[in-house]
């Protein structure tokens, strides 16, 4: 049977990924609805007359794509993507970037929708509402370490497990002692992975394994003492599981992101041909390296902020989307980024919620660090 998917983010690097296993698998797939800022309306556009979809969601042009698009219903405005996640399907795929990305997890959790979750945010911003709202193979995950990680793990008993290790290619700074001088072009230049600007950026500061730390410790439940990461520049092992027994399971495939969309979009079985495999006729060699947490103290920042809890890992990323942002913007230099996120954290460190209770409580625990990140923003603003 055809499974009806929702996407979300359809115009970035995984919706668009997303859309071409569909085209490619048409009796495995169908396309529901999409959902898009809609600042390529075109695009967007384009995709819906394509997969003959009858729902789009988006925040700006939504006249001139409704305009364009006789028969569809073109929803727009800031809950938009909220009311599509929650519209009955089999999959929904979160491929949005940052914390708005939250509302819709938890919306299409609430309809009982599978969600393969490429938002990462979702579970840093959020993580107790949205493990508390998800059954058992609701909540699957995208992202390309936890994929791995949940592949090894098929089959294995929790309590086995010593340790989680996710895989990080270090973006393109792993060897540049001096970041002080970064530029936006650099930063942007990663050198396996072709991703949004903020999540590159995230990945060249190693904020994005942070992140993606936080985002384990709720996915599979293990203490964050059991989560550590290595450089692995080549980025075909995608991470992996170490057992009690001492022996280690690898995911290993090349650095493509459609074969863990397209196992998270037809669970539990793999799509045929979904990526090229690993030519094992040629050689290869595979390096594993220690991360350097004095160059790059995300890592350590977001560990402290997850085992603190309740809303620290909420601001510890929604400073981040400031930071980010005044970075693309030629405000701040791109070590300034994690001054601004550290500094955030410590201020509002005490006054933080150790509970959070609902998506009010989040937005209030965000809307502090955004107003805190930026202040600090504007004492550096060059």
């Not at 995709?47 to 001139?64: E, R």
């Not at 929650?86 to 309809?111: E, F, H, M, R």
């Not at 190693?206 to 410790?217: C, D, P, R, S, T």
Request: hydrophobic share 45%; glycine share 8%.
């Amino acid at each position: 049977m055809t499974r009806e998917l929702i996407i979300l983010g359809s115009t970035g690097s995984i919706g668009v990924q997303a859309l071409e296993i569909v085209e490619a698998n048409p009796t495995l797939f169908s396309v529901v609805a999409i959902t898009s800022a809609g600042t390529h309306p075109q695009l967007v556009i384009e995709q819906a007359k394509k997969f003959g979809v009858k729902v789009v969601g988006v925040t700006k042009n939504a006249d001139v794509i409704r305009a364009a698009l006789p028969g569809v219903q073109v929803l727009d405005g800031a809950s938009a993507s909220i009311e599509i996640a929650a519209i009955s399907c089999d999959v929904v795929l979160n491929a949005i970037t940052g914390s708005i990305g939250l509302a819709p997890t938890l919306a299409a959790l609430k309809a009982s929708n599978r969600v393969a979750l490429a938002n990462k945010e979702s579970l840093v911003a959020g993580g107790d509402l949205v493990i508390s709202c998800a059954r058992e193979d609701q909540l699957l995950p995208v992202d390309s370490e936890h994929s791995a990680i949940w592949q090894a793990l098929i089959g294995e008993k929790k309590s086995e497990i010593s340790k989680l290790i996710l895989t990080a290619s270090g973006g393109p700074f792993r060897d540049r002692a001096d970041l002080s001088t970064v530029t936006l072009q650099e930063a942007l230049a990663h050198p396996t992975w072709t991703m949004g600007p903020v999540v590159t950026i995230n990945s060249a500061s190693l904020m994005n394994k942070g992140l993606e730390i936080i985002e384990a410790h709720y996915l599979f439940g293990i203490a964050y003492s059991q989560i550590d990461a290595v450089i692995h520049p080549q980025s075909v092992v995608h991470s992996m599981v170490e057992f009690v027994d001492g022996s280690t399971i690898a995911q290993g495939s090349p650095p493509n992101m459609k074969g863990p969309i397209s196992l998270a979009l037809n669970f539990p079985h793999r799509v045929a041909g979904a990526t090229k495999p690993i030519d094992w006729g040629i050689s290869h060699t595979w390096n594993f390296s220690p991360i350097d947490t004095a160059r790059f103290p995300a890592i350590s920042l977001a560990r402290t902020c997850g085992e603190i809890g309740g809303a620290l890992p909420a601001i510890f990323n929604a400073a981040n989307e400031v930071a980010v942002q005044g970075f693309i913007d030629g405000q701040i230099s791109f070590t300034d980024i994690i001054k601004i996120v550290s500094q955030s954290v410590d201020q509002l460190r005490a006054s933080a919620a150790t509970t959070l209770r609902d998506l009010g409580d989040v937005s209030a625990a965000e809307e502090d660090a955004r107003h805190t990140a930026t202040e600090f923003l504007k004492k550096v603003a060059r």
